[in-house]
């Protein structure tokens, strides 16, 4: 599947036409990691957004992300993402350093990879997917926070 197939079945892409969808994927550039290797730190700058074109990655939020809640996580909790899932994405919102840290899980996983300023300039000469993609984070921001609410809620904890 190429990178344009991919991204139109994204949700963070929803609403965009193809040549828009092809205006991004001008952008970024494949990589590839295998097995262990850490594509992102937690605390580090945030400087790219990804997408797994091939193979899987771990996401490893810690505990200092997590609010002191009673119920909540105390060690690293994880999650995978694969084919046509996104990561990264939230500092295009605040330029904010990454949340999370984030390891290749399988030998030749292919990532897609966009540089978080030639999003910005692209957003910047078409403000239309810049709202789209914009509207696409906040709509997946909000139902993870009501999620994570929930959550807390069920735990007995106060948010």
């Given at each position: 599947m190429s990178?344009?197939?991919?991204?139109?079945?994204?949700?963070?892409?929803?609403?965009?036409?193809?040549?828009?969808?092809?205006?991004?994927?001008?952008?970024?550039?494949?990589?590839?990691?295998?097995?262990?290797?850490?594509?992102?730190?937690?605390?580090?700058?945030?400087?790219?957004i990804y997408i797994v074109c091939r193979g899987l990655v771990e996401v490893e939020v810690g505990r200092g992300v997590l609010p002191d809640v009673p119920g909540a996580p105390q060690l690293s909790s994880i999650v995978c993402l694969g084919e046509g899932q996104i990561f990264g994405e939230m500092a295009l919102v605040d330029s904010g350093v990454r949340s999370a840290t984030v390891r290749c899980a399988q030998d030749n996983t292919v990532l897609y990879a966009i540089p978080n300023q030639s999003f910005r300039e692209l957003f910047e000469r078409d403000h239309t997917i810049g709202f789209i993609v914009m509207r696409n984070i906040a709509t997946d921001l909000s139902f993870k926070l009501r999620h994570r609410n929930l959550q807390v809620r069920l735990a007995g904890g106060r948010i």
């Open positions: 990178v344009v197939d991919l991204l139109q079945h994204s949700e963070l892409f929803m609403g965009l036409s193809r040549e828009q969808i092809e205006c991004i994927a001008a952008l970024g550039h494949e990589v590839t990691c295998n097995a262990g290797d850490v594509i992102i730190s937690e605390g580090a700058p945030s400087d790219k």
